[in-house]
């Protein structure tokens, strides 16, 4: 017989919505309110991460709008400079990189995907440092930062320019994408230094100060990049039309050091590497400071 006709007049047994109404009633009177709450937290406990993990996700993306924003101040540019910005996209447009097919295709090598990827543009930086040395014509390319040797590769095979490659690790051990055939080209050079050691940057203050166009390009700690910009700002340039290109500026370690220049710059990211694409025009030595 269904429980609602046994329920007769005087029955001592309660419908089930009056017994859920009274259970609800004793727990709200006699439980201790932090009990309470903390029940309500655990039953709750998914909608409750939910929550936090969207307020997380937009401070997020509000900071990483600030930071866009920051970046993308160009009002150091002057008119000259911002001027020969379209030149260069123009001609990174013209380039065309190729694998080398000497160079067996290697998933554990160092940056594969970004070799594998060179020639996309946006979303790499090589082109655009091709356009930007063909079209100055400069001669006297410095990298601080040899690393996957993608730079340096695409560098030697699209331009004239001489190539003084640094870095603490030699290009054989650091499973680069580097070969004997570029070191037997006379125009490459790797040089082993720590730069953040005062006399090892005082060794080749000249030969960086001579250079037409640095890339900066090292471990991206925000701390070598500072100690190194800081050396370079105390060392006299010969005045002439040279630039300085900083890679992953959009990293959270870089961001001060970014702000720190004080010369003529542009954030060329949507041009450039997606992690960031920095470009300063140093024809007068360095500005470097709070």
Same mark, same amino acid.
């Given at each position: ?140 390319? $410095?990298?601080? !930062?040899?690393? =996957? /040797?993608?730079?340096?590769?695409? @560098?030697? #095979? ?110 060329? $990211?949507?041009? !450039?590497?997606? =992690? /960031?694409?920095?470009?300063?025009? @140093?024809? #007068? ?6």
């Amino acid at each position: 017989m269904p429980l609602s006709e046994k329920q007769g007049v005087g029955s001592s047994i309660l419908p089930l919505a009056t017994m859920k109404n009274k259970i609800k009633y004793w727990y709200k009177k006699y439980t201790p309110i932090v009990f309470q709450k903390f029940s309500y937290l655990i039953s709750n406990m998914n909608e409750l991460v939910k929550i936090g993990l969207f307020n997380f996700e937009m401070n997020e993306d509000t900071r990483m709008s600030q930071l866009t924003w920051a970046y993308a101040n160009s009002s150091q540019a002057d008119s000259v400079f911002l001027s020969k910005i379209t030149e260069y996209i123009n001609a990174a447009t013209l380039v065309d990189l190729k694998l080398d097919p000497h160079l067996e295709p290697d998933n554990s090598r160092q940056y594969e995907f970004e070799y594998m990827n060179m020639n996309l543009f946006p979303g790499e930086h090589y082109r655009i440092l091709v356009g930007i040395l063909n079209t100055e014509n400069f001669k006297n390319f $410095t990298e601080i !930062g040899t690393g =996957s /040797g993608v730079a340096s590769k695409t @560098i030697l #095979n699209q331009t004239n320019a001489d190539i003084k490659t640094f870095d603490i690790v030699p290009w054989r051990e650091d499973d680069s994408h580097l070969t004997r055939v570029e070191f037997n080209n006379s125009r490459l050079t790797q040089i082993i230094e720590d730069l953040s050691n005062p006399q090892s940057f005082k060794n080749y203050s000249d030969l960086i100060a001579n250079s037409d166009m640095i890339l900066l390009d090292a471990d991206k700690s925000g701390t070598f990049e500072d100690s190194l910009l800081t050396k370079m700002s105390t060392i006299p340039f010969e005045s002439k039309f040279r630039l300085l290109f900083i890679d992953d500026i959009r990293y959270f370690s870089m961001y001060k050091v970014w702000k720190k220049i004080k010369n003529p710059k542009i954030d060329l $990211t949507s041009f !450039g590497h997606w =992690s /960031g694409s920095g470009l300063v025009d @140093i024809t #007068n030595g360095l500005i470097y400071q709070d």
